[in-house]
């Protein structure tokens, strides 16, 4: 199992029915709800959340169909932080296509991200289990906390160490650590068993949070995405800020006066010469080697917290996605 297809198929029968219940939770009888929400479906990423939901709550107790209705609220919640996140950063693009603002209006784009959260309500409702509710209710507020938190720094590119971690873990690996511990609790699981669930889906996360970071100084072509977009959006990711801290003050003020005119798109910068400065630094002095580390640290834990679950097809699909998210190139 190399890549999410692969994995996938570990859970085929269920995951299609997965796929039938998503869709219907998006129809509707009203057409530009239904126009936009087509829209949504038709450019949907690589589905790796309702696949880890699916994946733990077998690797417990077994698949119910609560499971799979947690798997269609939570990528539904995922894909209404999507349509608002690009709103609020004003991307034009989501997965090379145009994000929704772009293709209609920034107001339907709010609405529809907003009616996609009462679905999620809706689903959770039905489900009647108080644990799935508190599990999502308290990663939705550590998604808004996140991206509250980042454009409070946005106000300065140059943050610690210790806040980029916590920007994140909230908005990328508590989703993951979402997901899995709430797959789990849709089975009956064991306290014991959520908090490992809990556990593997957070440093999951961080993983697959660092490796994008990685990515964005990549060299190799057709990646999936433009690198150097974090500096050119003002966020400085862990490579450029551990980097930062080892060089001298001369230097590195030389960088952030550089990564801060990409930023600010000033016209007395050369993109293209400025990208390649700020990424020779970031290799001189071993950012990327860091993060790579930090990761391996990520996944050595992920693992350990799968060590209390019998080996089976399920928790080999689960190191598969581990290993998955720190090897992928794009």
């Known amino acids: ?164 971690n916590l920007v994140i873990e909230q908005k990328t690996a508590r989703l993951f650590a979402a997901c899995s511990e709430a797959g789990a609790a849709s089975t009956g699981a064991t306290t014991r068993q959520m908090t490992a669930m809990r556990q593997y889906g957070l440093h999951l996360g961080m993983c697959f949070q660092l490796k994008d970071d990685i990515l964005d100084y990549s060299d190799v072509e057709d990646i999936g995405k433009p690198t150097m977009n974090d500096i050119r959006d003002g966020k400085a990711t862990l490579p450029l800020l551990i980097s930062l801290q080892r060089a001298n003050g001369e230097e590195a003020n030389h960088i952030r006066e550089i990564a801060e005119g990409l930023a600010a798109q000033s016209p007395h910068i050369d993109v293209f010469e400025a990208e390649q400065e700020i990424k020779s630094f970031v290799l001189r002095y071993d950012g990327i080697r860091y993060a790579h580390q930090e990761m391996e640290k990520h996944r050595k834990k992920a693992l350990a917290a799968l060590s209390i679950f019998p080996d089976n097809k399920y928790k080999e699909a689960l190191v598969a996605l581990l290993d998955y998210a720190i090897t992928r190139m794009r």
């Open 1 to 164: 199992m190399t890549n999410p297809q692969d994995i996938r198929k570990v859970i085929q029968s269920e995951f299609h029915q997965y796929e039938e219940a998503f869709a219907l939770s998006l129809k509707t009888e009203n057409a530009l709800l239904a126009q936009v929400l087509d829209y949504v479906h038709s450019k949907r990423g690589k589905q790796l959340r309702p696949i880890l939901v699916i994946l733990s709550a077998a690797l417990c107790r077994g698949i119910t169909d609560k499971s799979l209705q947690t798997a269609v609220a939570l990528e539904l919640m995922h894909t209404a932080s999507l349509i608002h996140d690009d709103v609020v950063d004003n991307s034009p693009l989501r997965r090379g296509s145009e994000a929704v603002h772009a293709q209609w209006t920034n107001k339907i784009a709010v609405l529809v991200g907003d009616y996609l959260l009462t679905r999620v309500i809706s689903i959770l409702s039905d489900l009647r289990n108080i644990c799935i509710l508190n599990i999502v209710s308290q990663m939705g507020a550590a998604l808004t906390s996140g991206e509250l938190l980042q454009l409070h720094s946005g106000e300065s590119m140059w943050i610690s160490e210790k806040q980029y």
